[in-house]
């Protein structure tokens, strides 16, 4: 399988990082792991079109997670794409419905496609048939501990620790070919991600707080420093460690070297810090 970077960045507006989005190609499919502001734009860099997502899975609904969600679903939507199967937790059926529903924020803009003449008329040259459908992706509510089945590859999930009790919050392990892909979500330490994560290919870990970062206790405990999250990899095994979900006042370069370094050392390898558009194979 392969994992592009699609969004390595927080919720700051920040012309370097959009925010989180992690594409896997696997087989047929192509999944994308949160669809934070700035993903849709990355996704179109890296060469493919929004209808050549297949699954979307969020791992909480932060908006730096999901804030390019309809966009996306609309674009594929307006290529003729399938639908798209989306998985995530409650209320992300809600949120479609706001969105997507008869009486949801783009009702005007839904009806005026599919109703107005000259519309339908530009959709018919395309290639489509009328009566023009609505935007319809498949919405699947999932808790942690849940998995996620496709052709050829399995997700299984867990609960990690950060925006409880008002944000369901989840960590993913992707199991495919004999590889493992784990994704932390935004997550602090916690002993569920560490038995998903045991023996992962890549861990895709993220960082919001340096060493030398201020935090208090309740901030530190679901913030882990790049030193915290080399030795989660070393613990678990882990063949590869890309960091990623970095802040504007982690790319100082000196701070951005030593948060490498820092990771690095305890992990017992290189690890990588991840950039928008950055692909590897697993
Ligand atoms: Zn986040």
Known sequence: MKLTILGSGSPEAYERRASSGYLIEVGADRILFDCGGGVFDNLLRSGRLPSDI????????HSDHMMDYARLVHAAWDEGGAAIKVFGPAPIAQITKGYFGRDGVLAHDLIARTELPHSQEVWVQRGGT?????????VQEIT?????????????????????????CMGFALDAGGKRFVYSGDAGLCEDLESLAEDADLLLHWCYRLEDSDASNAMAAVTPTPTEIGKLAQRVGAKALVITHFRKYMDEPTRFEKAQQNASLEFGARATIAEDLMTFEI
């Open 54 to 61: 297949t699954h979307i899975v969020f791992s909480h609904l």
């Open 130 to 138: 009328l009566p023009r459908p609505w935007p319809a992706p498949i």
């Open 144 to 168: 942690p501990g849940d998995t996620i089945e496709g052709t050829g590859w399995r997700i299984r999930s867990c609960a990690v620790p950060h925006a409880q009790p008002v944000l369901d």
